[in-house]
């Protein structure tokens, strides 16, 4: 249809008389008739009434006849002026067309496209409606200037008559889809049906201004009427979508780009002739049509709601540099009426309200409408420490909430995805792994970070807003920040976890194991020796920690005495099989497990084997110190074995060795064997262990000595 339209254009000015104009003439005469200003406007609705209109066709007309008659053109350097030199009329070719014609064109084209590939979008939809209607109209009014726009001084008079017709039809048209869109957009202020009230109202007018029926000009009375209605009418959609900020955007956005459309199009091609300023616009009227393609954009964009959330601050940007702009203009006029015959003072009156009433008038505006509108974490880190750090008995959940309400504002906040739209509020139900703008800006989508859940933050600032990508990276950088200070949190207890199980388990092993033998001597100066050894191993156990180193052979030479004295006190033999072992120096930690573990056998065999002998066999393969440990004894004796060989495990997993626990049977008794690592390398936390019951914040209480 655009291509119909454009082509219908062209062929109407080609072939019709033309005659090139010498640089820096203009046409003064036709034949013998003498040329006007009024004879050479662009637009004849700039006359004040139908009669100046009928005689301005009437007389084209006649320059038009004139032209076909073969009669030459004359060219002055001015208008008025005799004749310098004249110009036979030929036939007009595609190459003389002038570019404001094929702007026309192309402006009427392009809204025409945009209209069709919104209605394509949601052809539904009534106020796509409404704007497919302004689409369709524009290349009307917009095609048909063009071409008597374009016209080489004139055209038939039924014809410029017609085309005037067409222009005043699309333009009513154009009118009525306007009213039509803000009835329907973003919500239908009334049914589909009332839309055909503006239609009748409106079409009788236009039927009489294309008749002339009445004395004076309606058309600039019914453009007039329409274009208030649809400001009235967007008034009450901005009220009514005060709740609904993605439509409160989308209808921003589209009323900005309406009035930055028409105020550029008047204020440039309008209102310097209607103010005598000018005897045309500052810019032709071909080129002045593009500003109503960059209201149909506008409009478009608004209707399709394309990342409106992005649009949303840029918006208030355009509201607030066109207000400015108007003030300035405003300010400028009355001082200028006021103090006309006294131009320094109406300077120095600007320039001092300019620096005392309008800056500081623009920063408000700025900072009231645009920097407040963002949000930040500054002063949360309180807040931020005291959820992150809390536990869930004490109301995580709710304080988490909390802090999202006094950060973003939002009306609701509840679980994202299909917990919400079921209505559960369900912890496991899925969420985001980051956070992300849903449903075009009206929801933002927190992930766990937590620890109850992702949440879904809806309608931002109460529902005066959108959220935007500010919103997203603000979350986005709360989320790593409540993230690593409970991963900080939770390591620092796993610290304290790890050291409290090593302090129960060497109180377990080795003081329950001094303990048992001071419990079983006789003697009261060994007595005495054992419970000294065993305060000393305490402050070991507590001031030591991992730190310091043992000598291998002297460790397992102590050991093996200690051992020998514990089993001989119960009438049990050691066969403790001699091997050599190098002068090599082990870590405490490893000096700590190997005491630890030989101390619980021996307590083991002690209190439940029966046995007679007990076999230790101590072997070093390179850097790893392989340990088995037997006796023969009753492995069933005892139903349950303690901690005792749990600890074991656990002690030897630690060091990156493994540990093998068999039970052999009758007159056999257990047998264990240990592989343990002597390198220099960190030990491995102890995982799988069970903290000890805590005896006091801090320190855990020791399992019974009895293994």
Same mark, same amino acid.
Not at 87 to 109: E, I, K, N, S
Not at 123 to 148: E, I, K, N, Q, S
Not at 602 to 615: E, G, Q
């Given at each position: ?99 404001? /014609? ?28 409404? /704007? ?35 222009? %005043? ?12 869109? /803000?009835?329907?957009?973003?919500? %239908? ?73 028409v105020s550029c199009f008047i204020g440039l091609s309008v209102m310097p002739v209607a103010l005598g300023l000018s005897e045309q616009g500052l810019l032709p ?44 203009i405003g300010l400028d006029a009355l001082l200028l009426m006021l103090l006309h015959d006294q131009p320094w003072t109406s300077l120095g009156l600007a320039l ?114 959108? /959220? ?83 000598? &291998? ?34 870590? &405490? ?119």
């Amino acid at each position: 249809m655009a291509l119909l339209l454009s082509v219908g254009a062209v062929l109407m000015l080609l072939g019709r008389p033309y005659a090139a104009a010498p640089p820096g003439m203009v046409p003064v005469a036709v034949g013998d008739l003498t040329l006007t200003p009024g004879d050479l406007i662009e637009e004849p609705d700039q006359l004040p009434d139908y009669a100046a209109m009928r005689d301005f066709f009437a007389r084209q007309d006649t320059l038009y006849s004139a032209l076909t008659g073969g009669a030459e053109v004359g060219f002055a350097p001015a208008p008025e002026m005799a004749a310098e030199i004249r110009v036979p009329a030929r036939p007009r070719r595609l190459g003389d067309l002038p570019a404001p /014609f094929f702007f026309q064109l192309g402006v009427g084209a392009l809204a025409l496209l945009i209209g069709a590939w919104i209605f394509a979008l949601r052809p539904r939809d009534w106020g796509v409606r409404m /704007f497919a209607l302004t689409g369709l109209c524009v290349p009307v009014f917009a095609m048909a200037a063009a071409v008597y726009s374009s016209r080489f001084i004139a055209l038939p008079g039924d014809l410029f008559r017609g085309l005037s017709g067409v222009n %005043h039809l699309g333009a009513g048209v154009f009118g009525i889809g306007l009213v039509g869109l /803000f009835l329907m957009y973003p919500r %239908h202020l009334v049914r589909p049906v009332w839309l055909w009230v503006p239609v009748a109202v409106f079409g009788i007018g236009i039927a009489l201004d294309l008749t002339h029926a009445v004395p004076v000009k309606l058309l600039d009375f019914i453009v007039m009427t329409q274009t208030l209605l649809a400001l009235v009418l967007a008034v009450v959609q901005w009220v009514l979508s005060r709740r609904m900020p993605l439509d409160r955007a989308g209808l921003r956005y589209l009323v900005l780009a309406t009035l930055i459309g028409v105020s550029c199009f008047i204020g440039l091609s309008v209102m310097p002739v209607a103010l005598g300023l000018s005897e045309q616009g500052l810019l032709p009227q071909g080129y002045a049509f593009g500003f109503f393609l960059i209201m149909h954009l506008g409009i478009a964009m608004g209707l399709a709601r394309y990342r409106v959330f992005e649009l949303d601050r840029y918006a208030y940007l355009v509201w607030l540099w066109l207000g400015s702009a108007m003030l300035i203009i405003g300010l400028d006029a009355l001082l200028l009426m006021l103090l006309h015959d006294q131009p320094w003072t109406s300077l120095g009156l600007a320039l001092l309200v300019a620096s005392f009433v309008y800056f500081p008038l623009r920063q408000f505006l700025f900072s009231r409408f645009v920097s407040t509108r963002s949000v930040s974490l500054a002063g949360r880190m309180p807040d931020i420490l005291r959820v992150a750090m809390m536990p869930m008995s004490d109301g995580r959940d709710g304080a988490w909430d909390a802090l999202l309400r006094r950060i973003w504002e939002p009306l609701s906040i509840g679980r994202p995805g299909m917990a919400e739209a079921a209505g559960v509020d369900d912890p496991s139900a899925p969420h985001a792994e980051r956070a992300t703008i849903a449903e075009q800006g009206l929801a933002l989508d927190l992930p766990d970070c937590a620890g109850v859940g992702g949440r879904q933050l809806r309608y931002a600032a109460a529902g005066r807003r959108l /959220f935007g990508e500010d919103d997203k990276a603000l979350a986005a950088t709360l989320c790593e920040l409540v993230t690593m200070i409970r991963q900080s949190a939770a390591a620092f207890q796993r610290g304290v976890t790890t050291e409290r199980d090593r302090i129960s388990r060497d109180m377990h092993d080795n003081i329950g194991a001094q303990m048992l033998s001071a419990l079983h001597s006789s003697d009261a100066g060994r007595k005495n020796e054992l419970l000294r050894d065993a305060l000393n191993d305490l402050r070991g156990i507590i001031d030591a920690g991992f730190t310091g180193q043992f000598n &291998l052979q002297d460790l397992m030479a102590d050991l093996r005495g200690e051992a020998m004295e514990r089993l001989s006190d119960h009438g049990i033999r050691l066969d403790w099989q001699p091997l050599p072992l190098p002068d090599l120096p082990v870590s &405490l930690a490893h000096g700590n497990t190997l005491r630890a573990v030989i101390r619980e056998a021996v307590s083991n065999v002690i209190r439940h084997a029966r046995c007679r002998t007990m076999r230790i066999a101590p072997e070093l393969h390179g850097r790893e110190l392989h340990l088995v440990l037997s006796d023969d004894g009753s492995a069933g004796a005892s139903p349950r074995l303690g901690n005792g060989l749990e600890n074991m495990r656990v002690r030897i997993l630690a060091l990156r060795g493994s540990i093998s626990i068999v039970e052999a049977g009758p007159d056999h008794g257990f047998h264990i064997e240990i592989l343990v690592p002597l390198d220099s390398a960190e030990p491995a936390p102890a995982s799988g262990a069970e903290p000890a019951a805590p005896l006091s914040p801090g320190i855990g209480a020791p399992p019974p000595v009895t293994p």
